[in-house]
């Protein structure tokens, strides 16, 4: 059996949330290295059956041998369809880990991160038309503004997306360190790091269309999800624990609460967890890559 190429965050936690039984059926959204699949795995028995969704081409090279796995190289956002085309109309845990792996960070090709010097990328579906570059360096200044206030929540955004602008009018944005390099005239003293982050998020964001393939996924999860069903998501920025705290609370992604003539909360999902659950101490020093982690789990009612 390979090794998964990241260490499951929160894998415990995330095990215990989906209160996985001998039959169920599972769907893990995100499959990636497939450590959080092998621990789903090893609490179903031989009737149940796991789902995983992936659009990366390298993860394909992580699958597990195991009759009861079903591997999708398709976006989550679609995870309805392809269930039923399974005859899958509903399931009994669904989990997602929208944190992009660490393998991905680590392949300087892929361009996710500034750590190294690489081709301006950031697609997580390698088959999809727009890359980091074209959104760089075709984007108007307006654009530019508005995806990195809303994906990135940067400040200065207008003189990030201006610094860009007169760049790339001198010489088109092609790699990882010319845009880091960028970026960095524009960072506040003291937080480079911190901005950067900001700044790649934001593209990576853009690039992938995550926003909008979370609230369809989300969407999604609350007609598949049977009646006592769980969902468990792992975040790592605010903006995707925003839409998951709304949605599993209220059912929308605006967070507002509906009531009965009662007084009573009209919502899809019961909380597991009220507060927040993140790594410990321990797993922090195991994984740093765990330290933006929040945990959410809400019951299907």
Known sequence: MTQPYH????????IEGLNIHSNSSVV??????????????KSLGNDGRLFAFD????????????????????????IK??????????????????????????VAERGFSFRFDGK???????????????????????ELVSLFRMFGEIKNARRLATTICKKRSERPIKTTTQLKEIAAECAPRAIENKYLAQVFQALRIEVNDEMEALKEFMEASKELLQPGG?????????????????????????????KDFYGNV????????????????????????????????????
Request: hydrophobic fraction near 40%.
């Open 28 to 41: 893990d959204a995100t499959f990636g290295g497939g450590g959080h699949s092998r621990l789903i795995l």
């Open 120 to 142: 301006l990328d950031m697609r997580m579906n390698q088959d999809a038309r727009t890359d980091a570059a074209k959104v760089v360096n075709k984007y108007t200044e307006h």
């Open 81 to 106: 369809n392809f269930l039923h085309f399974y005859g899958v109309k509903k399931v009994d845990a669904i989990f997602a880990d929208f944190g992009v792996s660490s393998h991905d960070f680590d």
């Open 230 to 258: 769980r969902l468990v998501v792992l975040t790592y920025h605010s903006l995707e624990d925003r839409l998951c705290k709304h949605f599993m609370k209220s059912g929308n992604f605006e967070g507002e609460i509906e």
């Open 266 to 301: 009209i919502s899809p999902f019961k909380l597991i967890n009220r507060k927040v659950i993140i790594p410990g101490e321990e797993e922090l020093k195991e994984n740093n890559r765990s330290r933006s982690a929040k945990l959410r789990v809400a019951e299907k009612i």
């Open 55 to 78: 659009q990366d081409e390298d993860a394909a090279g992580n699958l597990i041998d195991d009759h009861r796995l079903f591997f999708i190289r398709h976006n989550f956002r679609y």
């Open 7 to 14: 260490i499951p965050v929160l894998a415990n936690e995330s």
